[in-house]
């Protein structure tokens, strides 16, 4: 399978945890972004990586909230001490950036539940 | 004002008709425009893209642009039961990161 992956693909956590989320995109592709999505809403834009570098991360949703990616191929997302309103499907997409054209490939998200 | 409108439905069509999905944005800057579905508690996939105003055609499906009035919408001729999903449009803002912003999309039922 060549999509995007992500992992895992639920987590359930307790309010006051931290929890890390790993996304893996299409190898050939050199811009990463992160979305939330909540139910009964499009992706709410988070940050995105062009290779190593994160070129947008102001809208990040809090200071609780960041992400790396280290060696431009996968990314990580962390939540520390999660809230409940944290509550969310958090989705990554890859695409290959050129001049005018910028198709997304969305992975199958991480459904994250803070109890 | 959100910068990305779509009304959430649903849109109820019997199977066979055309389904007619609309989309306003706020920003007269923006520069591509794109439409993606999304089954239920599964994640987007993009079905068309539009930069021109005009048509632009691809099976079932068809983009319409109108930059002058700010409106895109997707029209999907003989509609099935399985084309009964979320349509999410979304549009990349000026400014040439090309970072889509997305609406909250429309619920499209098609009926047998």
């Known amino acids: 399978d060549t999509g995007v992956s992500q992992d895992p693909r639920h987590k359930i956590t307790k309010r006051g945890q931290n929890v890390t989320f790993r996304c893996d995109p299409i190898?050939?592709?050199?811009?990463l972004y992160w979305y939330r999505q909540t139910l009964g809403q499009g992706p709410e834009f988070l940050t995105y990586?062009?290779?190593?570098?994160?070129?947008?991360k102001s809208r990040l949703l809090s200071d609780r909230f960041s992400a790396e990616r280290p060696k431009g191929s996968f990314s990580t997302l962390e939540i520390q001490r999660t809230e409940q309103g944290d509550s969310a499907m958090y989705l990554c997409?890859?695409?290959?950036?050129?001049?005018?054209?910028?198709?997304?490939?969305f992975g199958p998200g991480t459904r994250l539940t803070v109890l | 004002q959100k910068e990305v409108e779509q009304n959430s439905g649903p849109l109820s069509v019997p199977e066979g008709a055309i389904a007619s999905l609309n989309c306003t944005y706020s920003?007269?800057?923006?520069?591509?425009f794109f439409w993606y579905r999304q089954y239920s508690g599964k994640s987007p996939e993009l079905i068309m893209f539009?930069?021109?105003?005009g048509d632009k055609e691809d099976g079932r499906f068809t983009a319409q642009l109108n930059k002058a009035s700010q409106y895109v919408s997707l029209l999907i001729r003989d509609s099935q039961p399985s084309d009964s999903a979320t349509y999410l449009c979304?549009?990349?803002?000026?400014?040439?990161?090309?970072?889509?912003?997305f609406g909250r999309g429309t619920s499209l039922i098609v009926h047998p």
């Open positions: 997409a890859s695409s290959l950036r050129l001049e005018s054209y910028n198709e997304q490939f």
């Open positions: 190898s050939e592709h050199n811009r």
């Open positions: 990586f062009q290779n190593e570098a994160q070129l947008e």
């Open positions: 920003d007269r800057g923006s520069q591509s």
């Open positions: 539009i930069y021109s105003n």
């Open positions: 979304a549009v990349a803002l000026s400014g040439g990161s090309y970072i889509p912003t």
